[in-house]
């Protein structure tokens, strides 16, 4: 109950300063349809799934004027389940993005819980965000190409554009009294954008990670710890304890005439006391554009981790009805191979076997 009440509450004020200013802004998306998953865990499932465009989220982001070029800015971001009406994460409001900062001709300066350096460069130029479907984001997310890795307690600097070129940079305190290192996190990241080509790469490094790499993947163990236990229709999934995770990712894009080209490579060291694992993920697509409201996505992607590999094709037709609203069908295939290796697309859940496929239609609207 109190939950709603401060909602509301939050709701009245934005409208108000939306009122009397005109640089606070409410926005948000929303997207949900049916999903036929193949097999999960034994099983065909039918599900009503949502976010898979776009994620679905509300905010609102805003600025003011403090003279000399220098402007103080904010951004409250929350994500939502349409078919549920509930928060992804039980309890956190703003659990995409809640920060303040400043902002002038040199950049911006932001403290709060915000979105990783990985996403901000390379994850804009990968399957997941170009093909349009979370589901084509690399298995697990590992790599932190989608938007589900925000940094809490983060500073963050965003450089200005230069001739194209940004930088950036961003440090997550981990807040452990004597252990400045326990989970730290930090990244860098370069982009460069001109005319119809983008081009960006980035670095992360976190500590003291947990990677659910059991129930994202269905992988029963990695560098000695069990992480799927039980039987396939009743599992028990333990994420990794990793020490530390280093991820590394370029990506590069260009439009050309009705059609835009793309491809990213994400790399990421998983690293315990008992060793190291690398999992590297390519991808490339292409966004064909067929009539002027009708767009067809293709992409693949191949993962390697331990001996283990993913390969996945996609394809995704979308028709604009307006700006802001569109409808779309999606087929997305996986196949895995090597020993212990199940497929498993990004969010689905673990097949009982190597093949695992899912077709969707879905409705999407920005508000």
């Not at 790399?267 to 409201?293: E, F, K, V, Y």
């Not at 990004?346 to 409705?363: K, T």
């Amino acid at each position: 109950m109190n939950r709603q009440l401060n909602v509301a509450a939050i709701a009245a004020l934005s409208a108000g300063l939306a009122h009397a200013q005109s640089n606070v802004t409410f926005y948000g998306s929303i997207d949900s349809g049916p999903t036929y998953v193949s097999n999960v865990r034994g099983a065909p499932v039918t599900l009503v799934d949502d976010g898979v465009l776009q994620a679905d989220r509300f905010g609102w982001r805003g600025s003011e004027d403090l003279g000399g070029g220098l402007r103080a800015i904010f951004q409250l971001e929350g994500g939502f389940v349409t078919s549920t009406g509930g928060q992804p994460r039980a309890g956190v409001l703003f659990n995409r993005q809640s920060y303040v900062g400043l902002a002038g001709n040199w950049g911006a300066l932001t403290i709060g819980h915000q979105t990783n350096m990985m996403f901000d460069a390379v994850g804009k130029l990968s399957n997941g965000v170009l093909f349009g479907s979370f589901y084509a984001f690399h298995p697990g997310n590992i790599d932190e190409f989608a938007n589900v890795g925000q940094a809490d307690n983060a500073i963050k600097f965003t450089s200005a554009s230069y001739g194209g070129l940004t930088a950036g940079a961003m440090l997550s305190l981990g807040e452990q009294p004597g252990d400045t290192g326990k989970n730290r996190a930090f990244g860098v990241n370069l982009a460069y954008a001109r005319g119809p080509l983008k081009v960006a790469g980035a670095y992360t490094s976190a500590n003291n990670k947990a990677l659910n790499l059991g129930a994202a993947l269905g992988v029963k163990s990695l560098l000695g710890q069990t992480l799927a236990a039980g039987s396939p229709t009743a599992p028990v999934y333990t994420p990794l304890q990793a020490d530390n995770l280093r991820n590394t990712g370029v990506g590069a894009s260009i439009a050309l005439d009705g059609v835009l080209l793309h491809a990213a490579v994400g790399q990421s060291r998983i690293r315990t006391a008992a060793g190291a694992a690398t999992m590297t993920t390519p991808d490339c697509g292409a966004n064909i554009r067929l009539a002027p409201q009708d767009t067809l996505h293709v992409a693949v992607s191949s993962t390697r981790l331990a001996g283990m590999r993913w390969r996945q094709f996609q394809v995704n037709n979308v028709v604009a009805l307006s700006p802001r609203t569109e409808l779309y069908a999606m087929a997305v295939f996986q196949q895995a191979a090597g020993a212990g290796a199940v497929a498993a697309i990004n969010s689905l859940g673990p097949s009982s076997n190597q093949r695992q496929h899912a077709i969707r239609l879905g409705v999407h609207h920005l508000f």
